[in-house]
Structure formats: structure tokens, C-alpha cells
């Protein structure tokens, strides 16, 4: 059996669900049922047919309507492996150093063209550190207090999956002084990310090898899976540019968040209106279960 899970960003109604369950018909899907996980929110719709297909005629068919499809035995998933930048935080932290520096048109043409996928992450971030070079240390942590927004749902998620025994990790192509930060903040177990080098107080204009970028992701996700005992279909893992494509195929619930058009294309789920409570509605959880 499988479960097509309609989160809302505004309103769901009666209507919204019958029309979504008129659509599952009409590719052949076999109506197993409705539930209200939050009346008016979210609200599942079990059926056994063709998942792809039905997944298909659901997406964009109702105005402000976020469609996660999975097998229903699955949904609770014990592991997360998330982005951190544009993911679990508002902003791109390395765009927000090159403010403080002035340059900021420059590296975030050069970061938007990463996260299309149009350049090589590794390349594109050595480049981008190194127009920081000569910048002080100490705006690292004024960046940090002045820009860096939690994502609206982060804790939630982070926080209700951990207190119902799952594990959870930030594996980001950032770096270890905001995701460090960012992992204790939220409620990750531990966070993965690049190391900024210096000299004399001041960006050196270099990264530490090796480079976290996507290999490193989904290599996490699938040793820290190992490690637990766990089948890459217990694992949800979330992210927004291309670099996070590996670790979102990998993953038995792979989620685009408000991602690019390269890896939202890729992703097996697609978050594209709600915020991150939206996975806590996908993997069952009611808004009384949830922990902030």
C-alpha cells in the first residue's frame, strides 16, 4: 500500500481530497482510503497502483499543495542526512561573508551556478574562498549573529525525529563555524562540513582537504546508515542545490526543498511551498506529536 501525503500551505478542503482522490483514479490507482493527519492541512490518501504515475497527476494539481508519495510501511524514516545552506538556514553563508567584503554580486553568481549544477562544487568553491582572502576572522562570527536565520520547521524536525529514536546529521559544503553552530542550534547529532583556513587571523583564501561536497553526502548517509542497522529506505535526507542530488537518490525518501530545477528533478519528493514541517507530516506526525 502506498500513501500520498497533501500538505497545504494555506488550506486543504474536502474538495481538495476528492479531486486528488479522483485524479489517483484516473491513472489506474485503487482508492484505499483518506485520513486527516491536520484537519485542513494535511492529510493522507492511501492507494495501491503505480506510485510514479500517481505522483505525476498529483504534483501542481492543487494551488499551494505539497505531494510526498512512498510506500505507507516506510514512512517513518530513522535516519536524516540534511543541507544546511538555503536547507536548514535561510542563507548562503559564504554569499553573506562576501557582503561583509563587497563582493557579494560576484560570489553568488558564481554559488548560483554551483547549486544549478552548471559548475563543478569543488572548483567553484575554491574560487569563491579565494576572493575572501584577507578577510578578518572576526566577521565570521558577525555573520553568524547577523544573518544566519534558522529555516522555519528546522528544529521541529530535527527534534521530533530524534525524540522518536531517529539520528540525525548535517553534511553541509559549508563551513565547520556556522554548521557547527547551526547543528547545536537546531538539534542534529553532529554536523560534517569544510574547514576554513587562516593566517595571521584573517581567511587564508584556501578550504582543508578533502572537500565535503556530494560524493561525501551520500558516503555519509550510507555509513551512517551501515552503522545503525539501518537499509538506505529507512533515510530521509533533504537538500536544495545540486550537490545534494547523490545523497537525495541514495535515500529512501529523497526531498528537493525550494531546490533548484536540476534537483528537483532528480528527487523522488519535492517540498516546494510548505516549510521543513512538511517532512513531519510525510513521515505520519501529527502537529500534537511534534517536538520544538
Not at 500551505?9 to 482510503?33: E, F, P, T
Not at 505507507?72 to 554569499?95: N, P, W
Request: with cysteine; proline share 2%.
Amino acid at each position: 500500500m502506498f500513501i500520498a501525503t497533501l500538505i497545504a500551505s494555506d488550506k486543504l478542503d474536502a474538495g481538495d481530497i476528492s479531486a486528488a482522490a479522483d485524479r489517483i483514479a484516473g491513472v489506474g490507482g485503487q482508492n484505499g482510503g483518506s485520513s486527516w493527519l491536520e484537519p485542513g492541512v494535511a492529510c493522507d490518501l492511501r492507494f495501491e497502483g503505480d506510485a510514479t504515475t500517481v505522483r505525476a497527476a498529483l504534483e501542481g494539481a492543487l494551488t499551494g499543495v505539497d505531494v510526498v508519495v512512498q510506500v505507507e510501511a516506510e514512512r517513518r524514516r530513522r535516519l536524516l542526512v540534511a543541507d544546511m545552506d538555503s536547507t536548514m538556514i535561510t542563507i548562503e553563508c559564504i554569499d553573506e561573508l562576501a557582503d561583509y567584503a563587497g563582493i557579494k554580486p560576484q560570489i553568488a553568481e558564481i554559488t548560483e551556478r554551483a547549486m544549478r549544477g552548471e559548475l563543478d562544487f569543488e572548483g567553484a568553491l575554491d574560487a569563491r574562498v579565494l576572493l575572501l582572502k584577507g578577510l578578518d576572522a572576526s566577521v565570521i562570527d558577525r555573520c553568524h549573529a547577523e544573518r544566519v536565520v534558522i529555516m522555519s520547521g528546522a528544529r521541529e524536525l530535527v527534534r521530533t525525529m530524534r525524540a522518536d529514536g531517529a539520528d540525525c546529521y548535517l553534511v553541509s559544503g559549508g563551513f565547520t563555524l556556522f554548521a557547527d553552530r547551526v547543528a547545536a542550534e537546531i538539534g542534529f547529532n553532529r554536523a560534517l562540513s569544510n574547514v576554513l583556513e587562516f593566517t595571521d587571523g584573517k581567511l587564508s583564501g584556501t578550504v582543508a582537504r578533502p572537500i565535503v561536497g556530494a560524493a561525501t553526502k551520500r558516503e555519509t548517509l550510507l555509513a551512517e546508515a551501515e552503522a545503525h542497522g539501518l537499509s538506505p529506505a529507512h533515510c530521509l535526507a533533504i537538500g536544495d542545490g545540486a550537490n545534494d542530488i547523490p545523497m537525495i537518490q541514495a535515500a529512501g525518501l529523497g526531498v528537493a526543498y525550494h531546490a533548484k530545477p536540476k534537483t528537483a528533478a532528480a528527487a523522488a519528493a519535492r517540498i516546494d511551498h510548505g516549510d521543513l514541517t512538511a517532512l513531519l507530516y510525510a513521515q505520519g506526525y501529527a502537529r500534537r506529536d511534534w517536538v520544538s
